[in-house]
């Protein structure tokens, strides 16, 4: 049977994808502009994001079906061609370790100091669903159960979640369907990366988030899972209360609760989880090729963000580099090239809500200062419940910052509805001050000597 594209079958947005295409172009020498699929424009952001408010919002929901794919060609996907696309954006090698496992900006960056690709456990496929209504859980869980059990029924190796979040990613169900795939073994595309492509004795570092969320079974290896992590607690999205109901009555919603499937078990989230079946697979390549096996265990995905900063900042120190500039990315919008080209220290949020601004300011509140704070902020295309308004990321920047704290590439009056934030950010990091040459990479060893030598405690598990 003729299998879709991997390329068109990806969604650009994904963080996984990102993680990819910007660790791919990194060790090309490039950077992530407009998420390695469009250009870096302040020019062409202003004009996409110019348009009255429900002009934007539309585009975003436009955006989401341009993403997606027929449902009669979901028989067509398979997974090993998802990894075959993968393992196409690195070059032969060879590499001194790899990152396998769960995506987030702090594995980005972690991956870039080590020059080191990131293999992902999870894709993003997006199906085209115009049908199913986003406050509607069930229906949707219904609509979509059939080709997510077709799906896994050709993917033996693949685990399939139908995630379905009306809160944050509304503009985009609206016209899609989120299907992630969390691979179970290495397969033959992986297992021939990690043999051909590795250095003799080289590390492979699981990057392993043991976060979990509710799902239901509706197949053999096929879940639903309603909401994700967000602005909303996971308990909210099943106990709906007045906050939920106002949202839905600002969407125009006929509904005002959800009244989503009751879970049959907590899982492995769909985007940030772990799945631990994987890991007999890669404890017997590491140990046939002679390679070392390192797990990196975290409870979150944003628990890697303050070890990376602070590691990051270490390794300027010696350099003999002052790490007086902190650059806060949010969701996919990274770019490890000019992270290192300015000598910015590294802080990733998840999203733009309000845990993730509780993150920032205890890092803050609690680390050394820095002279200079840039923020990034990520627009999903509606005010969510949870999302921060710009002007207190502003005060919380400008509090903490010892001479400036500027938020960079973000239309501020566009915001949380900023089109045009995908082709913003990558320029507005390029035009920031001081070029630093790009180091050598760090060695396993320096991650070992920093934590010897720190006495913060992380929340995370390194062995």
Same mark, same amino acid.
């Given at each position: 049977?003729?299998?879709?594209?991997?390329?068109?079958?990806?969604?650009?947005?994904?963080?996984?994808?990102?993680?990819?295409?910007?660790?791919?172009?990194?060790?090309?020498?490039?950077?992530?502009?407009?998420?390695?699929?469009?250009?870096?424009?302040?020019?062409?952001?202003?004009?996409?994001?110019?348009?009255?408010?429900?002009?934007?919002?539309?585009?975003?929901?436009?955006?989401?079906?341009?993403?997606?794919?027929?449902?009669?060609?979901?028989?067509? /996907?398979?997974?090993?061609?998802?990894?075959?696309?993968?393992?196409?954006?690195?070059?032969?090698?060879?590499?001194?370790?790899?990152? /396998?496992?769960?995506?987030?900006?702090?594995? =980005?960056?972690?991956?870039?100091?080590?020059?080191?690709?990131?293999? @992902?456990?999870?894709?993003?496929?997006?199906?085209? #669903?115009?049908?199913?209504?986003?406050?509607?859980? %069930?229906?949707?869980?219904?609509?979509? %159960?059939?080709?997510?059990?077709?799906?896994?029924?050709?993917?033996?190796?693949? %685990?399939?979640?139908?995630?379905?979040?009306?809160?944050?990613?509304? @503009?985009?169900?609206?016209? *899609?369907?989120?299907?992630?795939?969390? !691979? &179970?073994? &290495?397969?033959?595309?992986?297992?021939?990366?990690?043999?051909?492509?590795?250095? $003799?004795?080289?590390?492979? /570092? =699981?990057?392993?988030?043991?976060?979990?969320?509710?799902?239901?079974?509706?197949?053999?290896?096929?879940?639903?899972?309603?909401?994700?992590?967000?602005?909303?607690?996971?308990?909210?999205?099943?106990?709906?209360?007045?906050? =939920?109901?106002?949202?839905?009555?600002?969407?125009?919603?006929?509904?005002?609760?959800?009244?989503?499937?009751?879970?049959?078990?907590?899982?492995?989230?769909?985007?940030?989880?772990?799945?631990?079946?994987?890991?007999?697979?890669?404890?017997?390549?590491?140990?046939?090729?002679?390679?070392?096996?390192?797990?990196?265990?975290?409870?979150? $995905?944003?628990?890697?963000?303050r070890f990376t900063a602070d590691l990051y900042r270490w390794w300027y120190y010696r350099r003999g580099l002052p790490a007086t500039r902190l650059v806060v990315e949010s969701y996919v919008q990274w770019d490890p090239?000019? /992270? &290192?080209?300015?000598?910015?220290?590294?802080?990733? *949020?998840?999203?733009?809500?309000?845990?993730?601004?509780?993150?920032?300011?205890?890092?803050?509140?609690?680390?050394?200062?820095? #002279?200079?704070?840039?923020?990034?902020?990520?627009?999903?295309?509606?005010w969510s419940p949870g999302v921060v308004p710009v002007e207190r990321w502003q005060e919380l920047i400008e509090k903490y910052a010892r001479e400036e704290g500027e938020i960079v590439g973000v239309d501020i009056r566009a915001y949380p509805l900023d089109?045009?934030?995908?082709?913003?950010?990558?320029?507005?990091? %390029?035009?920031?001050?001081?070029?630093?040459? *790009? @180091?050598?990479?760090?060695? *396993?060893?320096?991650?070992?000597?920093?934590? #010897?030598?720190? #006495?913060?405690?992380?929340?995370?598990?390194? !062995?």
């Open positions: 049977m003729r299998h879709v594209r991997a390329g068109r079958v990806q969604v650009d947005f994904d963080s996984s994808v990102n993680t990819v295409r910007a660790l791919g172009r990194f060790l090309r020498g490039k950077d992530h502009r407009g998420m390695s699929v469009g250009p870096g424009s302040a020019r062409l952001a202003a004009l996409a994001s110019a348009p009255p408010h429900s002009v934007r919002r539309r585009i975003f929901t436009g955006m989401g079906a341009a993403q997606a794919i027929p449902l009669d060609r979901a028989r067509q /996907i398979r997974g090993e061609d998802l990894a075959q696309w993968v393992v196409d954006q690195y070059g032969p090698g060879p590499h001194p370790a790899v990152v /396998i496992g769960s995506a987030s900006g702090g594995a =980005v960056h972690l991956a870039a100091a080590l020059r080191a690709p990131f293999l @992902p456990q999870t894709t993003l496929v997006g199906l085209r #669903d115009a049908t199913s209504h986003p406050d509607d859980p %069930a229906g949707a869980m219904q609509a979509l %159960a059939p080709t997510a059990r077709l799906i896994a029924r050709n993917n033996p190796e693949l %685990a399939v979640y139908h995630m379905h979040d009306p809160a944050q990613d509304r @503009p985009m169900i609206e016209a *899609m369907a989120y299907i992630r795939l969390k !691979r &179970l073994t &290495l397969g033959r595309v992986y297992e021939r990366f990690l043999a051909e492509r590795l250095a $003799p004795g080289a590390s492979v /570092i =699981v990057l392993d988030c043991a976060r979990r969320w509710g799902s239901t079974e509706v197949g053999e290896r096929a879940y639903f899972q309603f909401g994700c992590l967000g602005g909303l607690p996971e308990e909210e999205y099943f106990d709906s209360g007045d906050r =939920v109901a106002r949202y839905l009555a600002e969407q125009d919603s006929p509904w005002r609760r959800w009244e989503p499937p009751t879970p049959d078990a907590r899982r492995p989230e769909a985007e940030w989880g772990f799945h631990p079946a994987l890991l007999p697979d890669l404890e017997q390549v590491t140990e046939r090729y002679g390679y070392c096996l390192r797990r990196l265990a975290v409870s979150e $995905p944003q628990d890697l963000s090239h000019w /992270i &290192l080209r300015l000598g910015a220290v590294p802080f990733w *949020m998840r999203f733009n809500m309000e845990p993730d601004y509780e993150e920032l300011a205890r890092y803050l509140d609690e680390g050394e200062p820095y #002279d200079k704070i840039n923020l990034n902020l990520f627009s999903q295309g509606l089109v045009g934030s995908s082709l913003r950010y990558q320029p507005a990091y %390029a035009a920031l001050p001081s070029r630093q040459p *790009m @180091p050598a990479p760090l060695a *396993m060893r320096d991650i070992d000597r920093f934590l #010897d030598e720190t #006495d913060r405690a992380y929340p995370l598990t390194w !062995r």
